[in-house]
């Protein structure tokens, strides 16, 4: 149990170290984008810096969107890496041998809780990443309906 474990644990922590640097990306890009939106907000209305502003939004969200998809493809893939892992680790717990070490026990229960905080983790970060391109579409949208 313990090497199929590990293995399969690996496998969904390395992916949470992709998530994680590819997560700091979007933030950057997203905390750009929402400064620019609130200084498009404040710029005045057809003016020059007001078209400025905006051609920067769109230039941010030619970075951020690329970035939001390829961590929503991750986050995807790591999610059922992790629902393997957990099946797998109900299956033990459901069937428990009788000659299970306290190793063997302890090291079921490690990553029992170590799957369940990813889960939190991942769930949280897909709700929060598949929601950006909604948003930036229509932040990109209103201006030009305003326009029409």
């Excluded at 992709?18 to 057809?46: M, Q, W, Y």
């Excluded at 070490?101 to 905080?117: F, Q």
Aim: aromatic share 6%.
């Amino acid at each position: 149990m313990k090497k199929k474990s590990k293995a399969m644990w690996t496998t969904v922590a390395e992916k949470m170290i992709d998530i994680t640097t590819l997560h700091s990306e979007c933030e950057r890009l997203t905390l750009e984008f929402k400064r620019l939106l609130g200084n498009f907000s404040k710029a005045p209305n057809a003016s020059p810096e007001r078209l400025s502003i905006y051609e920067q939004m769109e230039s941010v969200s030619k970075k951020l969107l690329p970035v939001v998809k390829n961590l929503n493809n991750i986050l995807g893939v790591t999610s059922g890496n992790l629902s393997v892992l957990e099946k797998y680790l109900t299956d033990k717990v459901k069937d428990p041998k009788k000659d299970w070490t306290a190793s063997e026990k302890k090291t079921l229960e490690k990553y029992k809780g170590l799957a369940t905080e990813t889960r939190e983790e991942l769930n949280d970060l897909i709700k929060f990443h598949s929601s950006i391109p909604a948003i930036v579409a229509d932040a990109l949208e209103a201006p030009m309906r305003l326009k029409n």
